[in-house]
């Protein structure tokens, strides 16, 4: 029996996670949830799972959830801020975190799991994109599991050889490259002169995927793959030359797996993140998931092609920031989340994303941070760059 807590309940992997472990209530008991400021969400979940705790983002949340759940009879117990969400990490009777807030804001919820020795699985990129080495020693030090969620990752994960899996060199396993797969998002074959004109719902409307607002602008950038990118050479102790990004619109390979005889091994399945979901909480066992397997008599032909960075500048930047280090990542990873929050509130347009994301690592992609202090300086650093350009729009 795992004991569970979920970050980022409200969210599309959060729902997802809680929708595989009520099919398997003998193996997972659910502890607690976290949903940010979303209240409504909060109330239907803890009267649906009755966890024993909830955690809001800030007191007022909070106390608006407690007074709503005791107006129901319910007696689920709400935390709020950053020390509630650390408590729900760390508590001893927690065996298993799913890490789904997105952005910069999990990482040190993230972070405190790896140190109380959890089972992690990740979902949330920014603990890696942002703290990388931090992270991962973390994790090694204290005995912690990391299985990763995003699906590339998983599938990546589920195609190496086990000897990788327990953090084994590439190459000793006969590893010759990591083929990343990304559909290339809602605009995949769009005019360069209508970028201009794109509208938050176009980029939300992503062709495959059902995901939250930010990952779905990420994904129409790609730079969602560049951060999954700098991700893959994180987890998979990978050189920049051992990873390649392949379009495959279809979303039906996840991401493949290229062998030194000439193998090529590919996890494929339906675009629905219960799968690795269920992965994750499973390993090195297998449950279901809820989601049916592929029909190869229903499905059409698969195509795939090298992205063009041209259309696709983000995932250039990120790219060029994996090379450049951990100060790069950071740094990026801040910028992009403001101009995604901007975009979406119709602030800027789609195509200054990138040109605010590349301003910011020319201003401060050289720094090398050290401690976590360093790494949160230098994020909130990065906010303000970005924000001061918005502002000269």
Known sequence: M????????????????????????????????????????????????QPQIAVMADEQSAQTLQHELKSLGSNVNVLAGTDGLLQVCSDPKVTTVMAAIVGAAGLQPTLTA???????????????VMSGELFLSAVAENNAILLPVDSEHNAIFQAMPSSVQKGGALKEAGVEKILLTGSGGPFLTKSLTEFANITPEMAVAHP?????????????????????????????????????????????????????????LAQMGQPDMRIPIAHTLSFPDRIAS????????????????????????????????????????????????????HFLNREIPFNKIAALNEYCLEQLGTVSPTTLDDILNLDQQAREVATGFIAKL
Request: net charge neutral; hydrophobic share 40%.
């Open 290 to 341: 809820g989601v049916k397997p592929l029909d190869f008599t229903q499905l059409a032909d698969f195509s795939f092609c090298a992205p063009d960075l041209s259309r696709f500048p983000n995932l250039d930047l990120a790219l060029q920031a994996s090379k450049l280090g951990q100060g790069a990542t950071t740094v990026l990873n801040a910028s992009n989340e403001i101009a995604v929050s």
């Open 114 to 128: 790896a140190k109380h020795s959890k089972r992690i699985l990740l979902a949330n990129k920014e603990a890696l």
């Open 2 to 49: 795992q004991t569970i807590t979920i970050l980022g309940a409200t969210g599309s992997i959060g729902l997802s996670t809680l929708d595989v472990i009520k099919r398997h209530p003998e193996k997972f008991d659910l502890y607690a949830i976290t949903g940010n400021t979303n209240v409504s969400g909060m109330v239907k979940l803890c009267q649906q799972y």
């Open 208 to 264: 495959n995927w059902s995901m939250g607002a930010k990952i779905s602008v990420d994904s129409a950038t790609m730079m969602n793959k560049g951060l999954e990118f700098i991700e893959a050479k994180l987890l998979f102790n990978a050189s920049f030359e051992q990873i390649d990004v392949v379009i495959h619109p279809q979303s039906i390979i996840h991401s493949m797996v290229s062998y030194s005889d000439g193998s090529v």
